[in-house]
C-alpha cells in the first residue's frame, strides 16, 4: 500500500510541477516549481521502485543514491539558476525584491 502511495505522489508531484511551469508568469516561480517537481516527484518514485522492484541490492543502492543525489544537488542547481538570472537581470514580477541590496 506504501508503495502505490509513493507513485501516486509522484505522479501527482510532477503533474502540478508541470502545471507550474506552464502557468506561473515568471522564470523564478516556474523555476520553483520545476525544483519541486524534480526533487519531490522523483525521489518518490525512486523510492517507489526501490521498494517494488525484483533487483539485486547493488542496483537498489545505487537508486538510493540517485535519490539523495537529487536531494543534495537540485536545489543548489536551482539556486544557482535563480541567481545568474537575477545576476543577467531578470526582474521578477514581484513587489518585494529581497535580492536588491545584493546587485549594485
Known amino acids: 500500500m506504501l508503495?502505490?502511495?509513493l507513485l501516486i505522489f509522484g505522479e501527482a508531484v510532477m503533474l502540478f510541477g508541470a502545471l507550474g511551469i506552464?502557468?506561473?508568469p515568471d522564470v523564478y516561480t516556474r523555476l520553483h516549481a520545476a525544483s519541486?517537481?524534480?526533487t519531490g516527484g522523483a525521489m518518490s518514485i525512486i523510492l517507489y521502485l526501490i521498494i517494488t522492484m525484483d533487483a539485486p541490492a547493488l542496483v537498489r543502492?545505487?537508486?538510493l543514491v540517485l535519490a539523495f543525489l537529487i536531494a543534495m544537488?537540485?536545489?543548489m542547481v536551482s539556486h544557482a539558476l535563480a541567481?545568474?538570472?537575477y545576476k543577467y537581470g531578470v526582474k521578477p514580477r514581484v513587489v518585494v525584491d529581497m535580492y536588491a541590496?545584493?546587485?549594485p
Do not use: H, T, Y
Request: aromatic residues 10%.
Open 3 to 5: 508503495e502505490v502511495l
Open 22 to 24: 506552464l502557468r506561473f
Open 36 to 38: 519541486k517537481c524534480d
Open 61 to 63: 543502492a545505487k537508486l
Open 73 to 75: 544537488m537540485n536545489p
Open 83 to 85: 541567481r545568474g538570472a
Open 101 to 103: 541590496w545584493d546587485n
